[in-house]
């Protein structure tokens, strides 16, 4: 399958790994709706788009505003999308997520809805428009962690709201199967950007670092690719989760 003349959504596709993907697509020659979640990400939004138009001139792309935490955000924004790029739609890539490291005896009520709403909610409501509307062929691909396969303290509603998206992936995968749609899951290691550092202290990003080969972070140039292979090469791939971490954890 090539990308060529494809049209993409990706939430979060604004900046970190959503941007690097998105690069990655242009250059394939897929057109691109690039969603981002607030007025703060705007401008990044907008800049990518600026910077990949004038790279790839063929290449259409547009930016959309939405809390994907409520249903009728995600059905506008997927309506939208639908309209400005003739009614098709080929890939979905959900990269949206929130992290919190705290003990759960000191986790509140509004932290435990907040996480379980950005994180489980929010790709409920955006592989299910996906379902609808992608076309024959197409590709869903949600975002989770390998911190699924990690045995630890202190990440437990980070873990315990990215859980059910596995599960949401590979029961769509075979929903949509007589589609031809793939459905499939990336679980990124500890990834080098500002979404990993806010919770972390230099003592326990180097923990974080010195479990993963070459003794460092996932990058986000290691996992855009793995999308494209999804869409392409790896399009045999169904139903599964993929951890990609540098050996961070395993199954």
Same mark, same amino acid.
């Given at each position: 399958m090539s990308l060529e003349g494809k049209v993409t959504l990706i939430t979060g596709g604004g900046k970190n790994l959503g941007a690097s993907i998105a690069t990655i697509f242009a250059a394939e020659g897929s057109h691109l709706a690039l969603h981002y979640n607030s007025t703060s990400s705007k401008s990044s939004a907008e800049s990518l788009a600026q910077q990949l138009s004038s790279q790839y001139p063929k290449t259409q792309i547009k930016i959309y505003q939405g809390d994907l935490t409520v249903a009728s955000n995600? *059905? =506008?924004l997927f309506q939208s999308v639908l309209a400005d790029f003739g009614g098709k739609l080929d890939i979905v890539i959900n990269t949206v997520g929130q992290v919190l490291k705290k003990p759960l005896v000191e986790i509140d009520e509004a932290e435990y809805d907040q996480m379980f709403a950005v994180n489980s909610k929010s790709a409920f409501l955006v592989t299910q428009q996906a379902a609808k509307h992608v076309s024959e062929g197409g590709k869903i691909i949600n975002t989770v962690t390998s911190l699924l396969a990690a045995y630890t303290p202190l990440y437990t509603s980070y873990q315990a709201s990215k859980a059910p998206v596995e599960y949401l992936t590979k029961g769509l995968s075979k929903e949509l199967m007589p589609k031809g749609i793939s459905v499939n899951a990336v679980a990124p290691g500890p990834m080098d950007t500002p979404f $990993?550092?806010?919770? *972390? #202290?230099?003592?326990?990003?180097? $923990?974080? =670092? #010195?479990?993963?080969?070459?003794g460092r972070l996932t990058s986000v140039d290691d996992i855009a690719p793995i999308f494209k292979f999804l869409c392409t090469d790896g399009a045999w791939i169904n139903g599964q989760t993929l951890f990609a971490n540098g050996g961070y954890t395993s199954r």
């Open positions: 995600v *059905e =506008k $990993f550092y806010g919770q *972390e #202290s230099p003592e326990a990003v180097e $923990f974080h =670092k #010195s479990n993963a080969i070459a």
